[in-house]
């Protein structure tokens, strides 16, 4: 009876030391997937992102600079530029059309989820003259988060990169 225990003990405990590392490996994996994976739920809603996009350019075509200016993150900042500057650089603007041109995307950080748009958009002068830009806006908000008031919880135009094309 002995032999039996003696040659039992060694393999289980392989077995439990196996299983846990496995255990350990699995938990670790886990981890790491929720980390990288994009946050799902009303936070990740592509619909308002868009709308947030689409209101932006309503408040530039109706003339409101102010309020196309604050739909950028630290009330306009964000932009790089002041207000003054941003309002004349649109003075010249009649019309803009904006198309999304690919999927929103989605990506949590430190407290905050970051939503990156593709766009297309179209702008005429009061010349006459229609130029053309692609590139992306990226837009901000807060997770859901303890404390975290209405505004935090806005999705805000954190940047943007658009380029002229023909």
Same mark, same amino acid.
């Given at each position: ?13 392989? /077995? ?32 308002? /992102? ?9 408040? @530039? ?27 004349? %650089? ?7 059309? /904006? ?11 430190? %407290?905050? @989820? ?21 590139? /992306? ?9 303890? %404390? ?8 805000? @135009? ?9």
């Amino acid at each position: 009876m002995k032999r039996r225990t003696t040659r039992r003990a060694p393999r289980l405990e392989r /077995v439990a030391r196996g299983l846990a590392v496995l255990a350990l490996a699995l938990l670790l994996a886990g981890c790491q997937a929720r980390e990288r994976a994009p946050t799902p739920g009303p936070t990740a809603d592509s619909t308002a /992102v868009r709308e947030v996009i689409r209101r932006y350019y309503a408040a @530039i075509d109706s003339r409101d600079f102010a309020s196309a200016y604050a739909v950028w993150s630290r009330d306009g900042e964000a932009s790089g530029q002041s207000y003054e500057s941003f309002a004349e %650089g649109f003075a010249a603007t009649t019309r803009t059309r /904006v198309e999304f041109a690919g999927p929103v995307t989605f990506e949590g950080a430190a %407290g905050s @989820i970051f939503a990156t748009v593709p766009v297309r958009v179209r702008a005429t002068t009061t010349a006459g003259e229609d130029t053309r830009f692609e590139g /992306v806006y990226e837009l901000r908000r807060v997770s859901d988060v303890p %404390g975290a008031t209405p505004e935090q919880l806005q999705w805000h @135009i954190h940047g943007a990169s658009l380029e002229a094309v023909k």
